[in-house]
């Protein structure tokens, strides 16, 4: 039980479709941040928050869309996604955004764009 | 920017076997660094990590040591159990000025698996 939840476990969503993948933390965290681990490449970070502001996009395409309506749940709101999208999409909280802060990640969402 | 380099596996050993895992950075600034371990089917945990040079982390018989002058923090234990296995990573967070500030790097990871 690591305090972040992630839901869904499992996405199959086609190229045409919109879908919403949920994150939501029980830590009372100030930073929340989505990441993408595909296979056989490094965990690539996607966007990070701060007090519920954005901080971070990491040149992610805009068929990412990211929502933070307060500290506790984070969004990731999905469109017209193309097959090599399908990963496992971990978010991950930490009380700030210092470097000696530990990121406490979600069992993660695996998404399969058909 | 910043990176991080693990050797590269999958790693295979046998109960109680010594395990090592090696992992080297670069960074801008003055990083702190992690390990994190993922079971199958899971998300990531922390296993351990160290904020300066010379501190050494440990946690469930894991450790590593924070080495600054070989930019290095090796991961070892002395003897691996098949509940071990799993997929470990190592990551940086740099320091304040560094291009990594505030987020974690990670290595591309490594596989271990430990048979009986």
């Known amino acids: 039980e690591t305090g972040v939840t992630q839901t869904p476990r499992h996405l199959v969503m086609g190229m045409t479709n919109k879908k919403s993948l949920k994150c939501e933390q029980h830590l009372g965290h100030n930073a929340m941040y989505w990441y993408k681990q595909s296979a056989k490449k490094p965990l690539e970070l996607m966007f990070v928050y701060n007090f519920k502001e954005q901080t971070e996009n990491n040149s992610v395409p805009s068929r990412f869309s990211p929502e933070c309506p307060n500290s506790s749940h984070l969004f990731l709101h999905l469109h017209t996604l193309q097959p090599e999208d399908s990963a496992l999409y971990l978010c991950?909280?930490?009380?700030?955004?210092?470097?000696?802060?530990?990121?406490?990640f979600g069992p993660g969402t695996r998404l399969t764009v058909l | 920017g910043d990176s991080v380099t693990q050797m590269e596996g999958p790693v295979t050993l046998s109960e109680e076997a010594f395990l090592t895992i090696n992992c080297t950075y670069t960074a801008t600034g003055y990083p702190s660094l992690f390990w994190y371990v993922q079971y199958p089917g899971e998300g990531l945990q922390l296993l351990l990590k160290?904020?300066?040079?010379?501190d050494k982390g440990s946690n469930k018989g894991f450790e590593a040591t924070y080495r600054k002058e070989t930019t290095s923090f090796h991961l070892e234990k002395g003897s691996v159990q098949v509940s071990d296995s799993a997929v470990y990573f190592c990551a940086l967070s740099d320091g304040a000025g560094g291009t990594s500030y505030g987020k974690l790097t990670f290595g591309q990871g490594t596989i271990l698996t430990v048979h009986p």
């Open positions: 160290a904020t300066k040079a010379d």
């Open positions: 991950a909280s930490s009380q700030d955004r210092g470097s000696t802060d530990t990121q406490y």
